[in-house]
């Protein structure tokens, strides 16, 4: 119809329309933040972190104080040793994980960093266990030492690994979030409940004001039946 009006909600309309639907929206949100609270304290498994970290010796000459080229290329090099697989499968036997842990799964939880402005190799173990997470930060550093100091492949990083200069400890639980988890379930559910409402309303074709009437119709309305209370008669 060439006087259709293009229909929308105003401001106050949709306020009104979410208030009409509180209870909706709210159920939506409660559900939604106790399927998130349930994942986060029943059913994900915590996973705890150890950290540790050495530093690089890097050797000085007599003219130009600290070597920086070789530091350069020195520092990301061990830090790439650390995670080879002659690294890890000393650490597997050293700690008797062979029938429990492969290569691979020790190098999943495995993360080792380095920057390029300080001569620190950063590394970090994740576990579901907060005990092994320890063991296995503190034993990446000894067993790299070890390799490094004895295998002549590797012997240009022979006396470069110091002994840890942070000691790793217990492990720290570093998943799930769970307050940051119950946060997005609120949110989650609040914007479901909210999106329901409104498919509802774009969905529903009847006409509840004159005006939408005449606006489709182009007719005029003559009469219009009023809301009212029945009252009982006893």
Known sequence: MENQEEKGLSIIELFNLLLKNW?????????VAAIAGVYAFV????????????????????????????????????????????????VIQTLGLETTMSTAQLRAGLTVTSS?????????????DPEMAKLVADQIVASARKIANENETFSSFKDKISDPTTVAKLGVQTSPNKPLLLIIGVL?????????VL????????????????????????????????KEEF
């Open 23 to 31: 209870l909706l929206i709210g159920l939506s949100t409660v559900l």
């Open 116 to 128: 390029n402005t300080t001569f620190f190799v950063y590394v970090s173990y994740v576990s579901d």
């Open 199 to 230: 498919v509802m309303e774009l969905t529903n074709n009847t006409y509840r004001t004159k005006e939408e009437l005449e606006a489709d119709f182009d007719l005029q309305v003559l009469g219009v039946i009023p809301s009212f209370e029945v």
């Open 188 to 196: 989650l559910g609040g914007i479901l409940g909210v999106g329901i």
């Open 43 to 90: 059913i994900a498994t915590p996973m705890y972190e150890s950290k540790s970290d050495i530093i690089v010796q890097v050797e000085s000459s007599s003219e130009l104080g600290y070597d920086y080229t070789t530091a350069l290329r020195l520092v990301p090099s061990i830090a790439e040793f650390m995670k080879k697989d002659i690294v890890l499968d000393d």
